[in-house]
């Protein structure tokens, strides 16, 4: 298949040599440009994935039209806050019939929308049918180094989930379809703000109890969040749910437990963010989930207190306190 990878980051550059591997012709754009040039010539990403040879099949581009024109598959994998910007730009040279995959994990700041939806409202009325959400648990490294992983390719159309998995699928990278894009990508967004819970529990020096109850509680207002919104509760139990999620929450390679660690630490956001390249969703998304838990009425109160330490400097050990003190419920409640 002819593929742009559209975000050469760890997990946009992971997913393009694992396509190129599989002889698919593959372009990958990339945003720096002294990266591009670098690229070029070293085949490594020294930036977002240093230590892994890239494919020689692989091809590089600096140029989004000369990305995009006349793919059959394209693969967007841009942070998520800038997936409305980098979609309007190429809507315009993506053919009628090309398949489209979104790999960002996030809901939009202000609109408040998931990918799907920003997607969805960049293309209008175009390519609607053919869009694919692949998601679970699967940090770029250890893909980039084939171990086993398992992931979903979410889709309302059918043809184009199954499409995805077969294009996607190897012998180390196992991918199932689903049919509930809303509750994928929540479970891909929401695990991000309950990992930098997690994060900020083990920074202040909390161990697996505590962890425990968060990724336990967590995966409760996640599955309410995706309750309100219409997704299928089965998915939280499944790879994008429960699965990305103790990934996240217990894995030293997480960009958002580590955030959380340093949170939990004593440092400041403004400083932890200083010293990093790479993204950590979750900062994000922890305003828009929190906002869009107060507007449909969703109690989640570990997203409320990891907004309140985000966004209004509340002392983490506060915000503890306050998750344990709140009034005594039923589990099920
Ligand atoms: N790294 C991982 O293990 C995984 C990441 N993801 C998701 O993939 C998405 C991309 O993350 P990573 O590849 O990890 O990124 P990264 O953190 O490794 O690198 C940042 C990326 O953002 C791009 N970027 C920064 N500003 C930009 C702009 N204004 N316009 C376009 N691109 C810009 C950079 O070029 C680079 O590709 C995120 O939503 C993340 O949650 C999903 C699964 C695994
Ligand atoms: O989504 C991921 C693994 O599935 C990557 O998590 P981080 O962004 O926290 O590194």
């Known amino acids: 298949m002819d593929i742009a990878v559209i975000g050469a980051g760890s997990w946009g550059t992971t997913l393009a040599n694992l396509l190129a591997k599989k002889k698919h012709k593959v372009t990958l754009w990339i945003y720096e440009r002294d990266l591009a040039a670098r690229i070029v010539t070293s085949r490594e990403n020294d930036l977002y994935l240093p230590g892994f040879p890239l494919s020689p099949q692989l091809r590089f581009t600096a140029d989004l039209e000369e990305a995009v024109r006349g793919r059959q598959l394209i693969l967007l994998v841009p942070p998520s806050q800038v997936m409305r ?12 019939e090309t398949l489209l995959v ?16 920003v997607i969805g409202e960049c293309l209008g009325s175009k390519n609607r049918k053919r869009l694919t959400f692949l998601s679970g648990p699967s940090f770029a490294r250890e893909v980039a180094a084939e171990m086993p992983t398992a992931v979903v390719a979410a889709s309302s159309d059918g043809q184009a989930a199954a499409t995805t998995q077969e294009v996607f699928s190897t012998p180390y ?16 967004a929401l695990k991000n703000v309950i990992a930098l819970a997690a994060g900020v529990s083990d920074g202040l020096g909390f161990g697996y109890n505590t962890r425990a109850a968060l990724i336990t509680r967590g995966l409760a207002e996640m599955n309410r969040m995706g309750l309100a919104l219409g997704a299928n509760p089965a998915t939280f139990a499944g790879l994008a749910g429960m699965g990305d999620l103790v990934l996240t929450c217990t894995g030293d390679l997480s960009r958002n437990r580590t955030v959380g660690m340093e949170l939990g630490r004593g440092r400041t956001l403004a400083e932890i963010l200083a010293g990093m390249k790479m993204v950590a969703e979750g900062v994000k998304t922890t305003l828009s989930a929190y906002q869009l838990a107060c507007r449909l009425g969703v109690d989640m109160p570990i997203t409320e207190q990891m907004y309140r330490i985000l966004y209004e400097n509340k002392d983490p050990r506060q915000a503890v306190t306050d998750l344990m003190l709140r009034g005594l419920k039923a589990e099920a409640a």
């Open 173 to 188: 990278f196992r991918v199932y379809t689903n049919d509930d894009v809303m509750g994928v990508e929540l479970g891909g």
């Open 85 to 96: 910007q980098v979609v309007s730009g190429i809507s315009g040279w993506i053919g009628e």
């Open 102 to 117: 979104s790999a960002s994990k996030g809901i939009e700041n202000d609109s408040l929308q998931t990918m799907a939806e």
